[in-house]
């Protein structure tokens, strides 16, 4: 299996180039350092534990993850510290006890009164104590309560009235994604940090403990030029990058770390196109980069090596054809390879084009496979 | 497993409604039979053995597939008559042989003189015949040879030099997407049809006896008044039917057969949101409805039952949260449902949406799950 090299795999198939990873495992690693903060790395970009355990430094350590799935195979592997960063609902609790009782430290977030008691009753029902964090709204861009909203202290209270442990609060600047320079991710990150602050803060003016102030995006991680009163960082897409964090200026289109090896299939030279089999089932429908200044279509072609065909993107795809074509759309500047040809398509949002393949196939700036590495899916 | 109701189960998670897709086969069934024409539905939007039964009428089918993935596992399950509907590479001819060496009737396609070398070298390393379509382009859309071209004949003559069966030809009208009105689909099922027959006719007078002719999208099927000339029809996402049929008037609201349940996790009063746990990994990242009149953001909203609240939409996806608002944005027309309470997200795109997802639950028109039925992914 690890003996083979990419011209002989099935394609579409996902490749992750290792030495970028590592690259980019260490610039944040090094940038928390610096910043004097903790790290709580998501999982839910990678989903796969030897990438969970180069994120953590080689040993098992404080993780972040999206579904009580990820929480179940992270645990089955030694991580016990986990965040669940999405709201609890009352579905879920007969699984976070079956965590519970099988020693994971699980945090859970909530951000209403009403989720407060969902979580006190699931409280009064389980031998040990449940933990959770307060979500924070600290940009208007999704879930939270607002730093200096009175349901910040109410929901704090029926918590402890409950018998929850009040961990702290946690917050996802998400409308980084949106910063169009880099002065407004520093302000942005800025932001993040004094809401979240100001919230824990509040909370311990009324007499809770309230030890975590944990915030966390890959842009804002990489910008923060301050992160006092911060405990950790939770950050996920940095470890393969993608072109919407390209896009932003976060990183370069050499850091991205995986691609989608696909085939040349056909030609329509009258449109100028090329066909290949990389469709939206292994690029994932995200158009990330439609709202940039530069728009990269369902992703950025590049040659079988990885070196980026600047001016060549998937300009459309359907479930397992993408059309390969020039940018400017002019027909006469086809990319003219042989059917059977390889390329390989760096991806709009590394999270989404992930999710559709079922492993890695790593490689290091080289064509010969090294490992494969097995990711997880679902809930 | 099979005594569980829907409100005990994890969220999100993919709901089949039986009936209605019990119905949405007898429609097409019904409409292939008054046409005289074969029926090979195309596996790609269900990709689960049940479902594919369902759609043969009981027992194993001639059947389309779009990965050979597919391919292995409906031939495990008794389809012997495949058709692998994308354009074949030289890294899957492995593949090939080995389904063909389990006696899987396993037909290619291809649209290229490259193409057809790459075939023609194949059957020569091959003890059984290989056989192909050759691909026709009836509408500009994507991939295919034009009904005219020089390259129809040329391509077929260098795959009967090389020893390989041309069977006929197929072709896929995927511009019925893109059609805004009932007679304008009808015009694009009859340019589907005519242009194709009008290959088959070149080749057949040529002296190739192309017995096949295949067509299928499922506007065009639905909407052709006849079939002449055509031997099969492939179509797969009237199975479910999805925003996006509905917005074309293929179907309405009522007949798409699968919903993603969810569970309101918070809500931003100030907004007039309301927060759930459906997000892109959930709904895919599919905004189909965009380019139609009516714009049906991530999803339409309908209450646990499956009715739809008309207005409401999943205007924003993140990973694992979405975003419910009155589709006029208006602040004040909020959800006003607790956090626990369950809604079924209606999708754009039923093959996008039925990928992020392991299983079907099925129900029927009441709240108990009467099974649970397993599909597959990958390559």
Redesign the interface.
């Known amino acids: 299996m690890t003996s083979r090299a990419i011209?002989?795999?099935?394609?579409?198939?996902l490749l992750l180039e290792q030495g970028c990873m590592k690259q980019n495992i260490a610039r944040m690693r090094e940038q928390l350092m610096r910043l004097k903060v903790g790290f709580r790395p998501h999982v839910?970009t990678a989903k796969c534990i030897e990438i969970a355990l180069a994120m953590s430094g080689g040993t098992p350590g404080p993780i972040t993850v999206?579904?009580?799935r990820e929480a179940d195979y992270f645990a089955d592997h030694g991580f016990t510290d986990i965040l669940y960063a999405?709201?609890?609902?009352?579905?879920?609790m007969g699984?976070v006890a079956a965590l519970l009782k099988r020693d994971v430290k699980l945090t859970l977030i909530?951000?209403?009164l009403?989720?407060a008691h969902?979580l006190a009753q699931a409280a009064a029902a389980l031998p040990m104590p449940i933990r959770a964090l307060i979500?924070i709204?600290c940009d208007?861009h999704?879930?939270g309560i607002l730093p200096e909203s009175p349901d910040l202290l109410g929901v704090a209270q029926t918590l402890v009235d409950g018998g929850v442990v009040v961990g702290g609060v946690m917050t996802h600047a998400?409308s980084s994604y949106e910063c169009r320079s880099d002065d407004a991710l520093r302000a942005m990150a800025e932001q993040e940090r004094a809401r979240t602050v100001l919230a824990a803060e509040r909370l311990r003016q009324a007499g809770h403990a309230a030890p975590v102030v944990s915030v966390g995006s890959t842009p804002t991680a990489l910008f923060a030029q301050s992160l006092n009163g911060v405990t950790e960082v939770r950050a996920g897409v940095f470890v393969f990058f993608d072109l919407v964090m390209a896009g932003l200026g976060v990183c370069s289109v050499d850091d991205i770390a995986i691609s989608v090896l696909t085939?040349?299939?056909?030609?329509?030279r009258d449109?100028g196109w090329t066909?290949v089999?990389a469709g939206?089932?292994?690029m994932?429908?995200?158009?990330g980069t439609a709202a940039q200044p530069v728009d990269q279509g369902f992703g950025l072609v590049c040659d079988v090596n990885g070196n980026a065909l600047t001016d060549y993107i998937v300009v459309?795809a359907?479930?397992?054809?993408g059309?390969v074509a020039h940018r400017d759309g002019a027909t006469g500047k086809a990319l003219n390879l042989?059917?059977?040809s390889q390329l390989r398509i760096l991806p709009n949002?590394a999270?989404?084009t992930g999710?559709?393949?079922?492993r890695y196939h790593v490689v290091n700036n080289s064509p010969q496979i090294t490992s494969v590495w097995e990711r997880i899916?679902?809930?």
């Open positions: 011209d002989q795999l099935e394609t579409p198939a839910k999206s579904t009580l999405v709201g609890i609902t009352p579905n879920k699984h909530l951000d209403s009403d989720a969902v979500e709204d208007g999704r879930a998400g085939t040349v299939i056909g030609h329509q449109h066909i089999d939206w089932m292994a994932s429908r995200d158009r459309s359907n479930q397992e054809h059309i042989p059917v059977g949002h999270c989404a999710a559709q393949h079922a899916g679902g809930w």
